[in-house]
């Protein structure tokens, strides 16, 4: 599963890597089950606070960011000590308008380095009709850009933030998915993505992997967990590890780590709405 000496390159030329094989079907399959009890359970949906930092109540998320099929590509583009800072639910209904704006994550996410990178692995199939996201080759070698906050209420940003990119949209490169394959970018490069207009959900769990010499910037407390190597910095609280699904230990952990993420996300914002 390792990337070869072109997709490296491509990776640091224009930013992102797409698609790599992951998991196979009856995996997906698997997990997409597991994610679905959980919100028939709750009447159909994830609550909000439980899209982030989600590693920490589901018990096959925080296997699942320790696949080695995840993590040996994350090793070859930022070292083999590596941290893993977030995990996001990305869940686009059937036939929905949610979209996501055009947005750097270096900008709201507070932290120190240029190697943070993102892995979005999608747990049903992710192509242009379901709303798969959508990058602007290069622009994590450029300056972060101005972001206007809007608000919209389709908008899974947390801010609704977006970045006027007018002209250029012409440039812009889809990353249309299979079910089991991730997307790998970096987070100052620039990425949207449009309506699910498709028969099925669009579910997609973006993983935030850094090294460990990495600092949170903005907020006064944060936490990650040590998938790889060693952590000789000690930067970030170490989280704790589930036995289970809610595992109570760390569901009381994953409200001080959630409600610290949105801090973060929401600082000098007009509204805080809550959508994480
Ligand atoms: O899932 C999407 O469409 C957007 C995801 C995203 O913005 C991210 O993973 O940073």
């Given at each position: 599963m390792l990337l070869n000496a072109s997709e490296i390159e491509q990776f640091d030329r224009d930013g992102y890597i797409s698609p790599v094989s992951v998991l196979k079907n009856d995996e997906v399959a698997g997990l997409r089950d597991q994610l679905e009890t959980v919100e028939a359970r709750q009447h159909g949906a994830l609550y909000?606070?439980?899209?982030?930092?989600?590693y920490l109540l589901f018990k096959w998320l925080h296997d699942l960011v320790q696949d080695p099929r995840i993590l040996d590509p994350v090793a070859q583009l930022i070292g083999s000590d590596i941290l893993l800072w977030n995990t996001l639910f990305w869940i686009k209904e059937a036939g929905s308008n949610s979209f996501v704006s055009w947005h750097q994550d270096t900008k709201y996410w507070g932290l120190s380095s240029d190697q943070v990178i993102t892995a979005w692995i999608a747990l049903s199939d992710a192509g242009i009709d379901e709303g798969c996201m959508r990058v602007m080759p290069g622009t994590h070698r450029g300056e972060v850009l101005s972001h206007e906050d809007s608000y919209h209420d389709d908008n899974m940003l947390t801010r609704g933030q977006e970045i006027n990119l007018e002209d250029k949209e012409m440039e812009a490169v889809y990353m249309p998915l299979k079910a089991g394959e991730m997307s790998i970018h970096n987070y100052r490069l620039a990425h949207a993505s449009g309506p699910n207009i498709a028969a099925d959900r669009r579910i997609g769990i973006s993983m935030h992997f850094m090294p460990p010499d990495t600092r949170q910037i903005v907020g006064n407390w944060d936490c990650a967990m040590l998938v790889r190597g060693q952590d000789i910095y000690s930067n970030f609280e170490s989280t704790p590890i589930p036995a289970?699904?809610?595992d109570p230990e760390a569901v009381a952990f994953h409200k001080k780590a959630s409600k610290a993420v949105n801090e973060v996300l929401y600082k000098g914002a007009a509204v805080n709405d809550a959508k994480l």
């Amino acid at each position: 599963m390792l990337l070869n000496a072109s997709e490296i390159e491509q990776f640091d030329r224009d930013g992102y890597i797409s698609p790599v094989s992951v998991l196979k079907n009856d995996e997906v399959a698997g997990l997409r089950d597991q994610l679905e009890t959980v919100e028939a359970r709750q009447h159909g949906a994830l609550y909000p606070e439980q899209r982030s930092k989600s590693y920490l109540l589901f018990k096959w998320l925080h296997d699942l960011v320790q696949d080695p099929r995840i993590l040996d590509p994350v090793a070859q583009l930022i070292g083999s000590d590596i941290l893993l800072w977030n995990t996001l639910f990305w869940i686009k209904e059937a036939g929905s308008n949610s979209f996501v704006s055009w947005h750097q994550d270096t900008k709201y996410w507070g932290l120190s380095s240029d190697q943070v990178i993102t892995a979005w692995i999608a747990l049903s199939d992710a192509g242009i009709d379901e709303g798969c996201m959508r990058v602007m080759p290069g622009t994590h070698r450029g300056e972060v850009l101005s972001h206007e906050d809007s608000y919209h209420d389709d908008n899974m940003l947390t801010r609704g933030q977006e970045i006027n990119l007018e002209d250029k949209e012409m440039e812009a490169v889809y990353m249309p998915l299979k079910a089991g394959e991730m997307s790998i970018h970096n987070y100052r490069l620039a990425h949207a993505s449009g309506p699910n207009i498709a028969a099925d959900r669009r579910i997609g769990i973006s993983m935030h992997f850094m090294p460990p010499d990495t600092r949170q910037i903005v907020g006064n407390w944060d936490c990650a967990m040590l998938v790889r190597g060693q952590d000789i910095y000690s930067n970030f609280e170490s989280t704790p590890i589930p036995a289970c699904d809610f595992d109570p230990e760390a569901v009381a952990f994953h409200k001080k780590a959630s409600k610290a993420v949105n801090e973060v996300l929401y600082k000098g914002a007009a509204v805080n709405d809550a959508k994480l």
